[in-house]
């Protein structure tokens, strides 16, 4: 019975370079959510998306920044030519249907050198 | 904007004490979420509150939804060690999440 997946759990990009992370939701959910948390921080949510559609993408960054959640394969959060204030814990979670409990992931680490 | 703001932002006490932590906003919630989270982990949901004046027990840990359904109190009594991690709230299931309060019993 697994949980949400996320992967990869530690990631390291240098200034410039591509980031993707990954997000398996729990089987049968259909709802995923991207949240970013800062050291010592709570979370700030990012996009809310359901298969093939964004739902909010309210908190999200204009540049650089984009999700997706394919019909078939996990959501990916992708961020172009990274910065080193994009480093940080991205979390994912996966619900059954809006406005229902969610499930965490273990995050994905991203530092940015 | 709905924002969330939890009290205190940090805490430090003694197993066997109890704390009473806070979720307060100006605007009025459907919903409200306790979310705790350990290091290293994502947030795993304790509760959640939908009726104003709401009162919810999970074993030592007692929610309280406001009766205008702006704030929320979390009660722990006699603290464990287990009990260390970050408490959050959240208004609406998902969108807001307030900055947590980080709570550590000591042995």
């Known amino acids: 019975n697994a949980g949400v997946m996320q992967n990869p759990r530690h990631l390291v990009r240098r200034r410039g370079q591509e980031a993707r992370l990954r997000c398996s939701p729990v089987?049968?959910?259909?709802?995923v959510y991207w949240y970013r948390q800062l050291p010592e921080e709570g979370l700030k949510f990012m996009v809310y998306?359901?298969?093939?559609?964004?739902?909010?993408e309210s908190g999200m960054p204009k540049e650089r920044f984009s999700a997706e959640f394919p019909k078939e394969g996990p959501s990916i959060l992708r961020i172009q030519q990274v910065v080193r204030g994009d480093s940080a814990a991205y979390f994912c979670?996966?619900?059954?249907?809006?406005?229902?409990?969610?499930?965490f992931g273990p995050g994905t680490r991203l530092t940015v050198l | 904007t709905q924002l969330l703001e939890q009290s205190p932002q940090f805490l430090s006490i003694q197993e066997g004490e109890n704390l009473t932590v806070y979720c307060n906003s100006s605007?009025?919630?459907?919903?409200l979420q306790w979310y705790r989270q350990e290091p290293g982990e994502g947030p795993v949901l304790l509760v959640t509150?939908?009726?104003?004046?709401e009162v919810k027990k999970l074993k030592r840990l007692t929610f309280q939804f406001g009766d205008a359904r702006k704030d929320s109190s979390l009660h722990i009594t006699a603290a464990q060690p287990g009990d260390t991690g970050l408490y959050l709230c959240?208004?609406?299931?998902?969108?807001?999440f307030g900055a947590g309060t980080r709570l550590t019993v000591k042995p």
């Open positions: 998306l359901q298969k093939e559609n964004i739902i909010d």
């Open positions: 605007s009025v919630f459907s919903s």
């Open positions: 509150v939908v009726t104003g004046g």
């Open positions: 959240a208004g609406e299931w998902y969108v807001r």
């Open positions: 089987k049968g959910h259909s709802h």
């Open positions: 979670a996966s619900s059954v249907s809006s406005y229902n409990e969610q499930f």
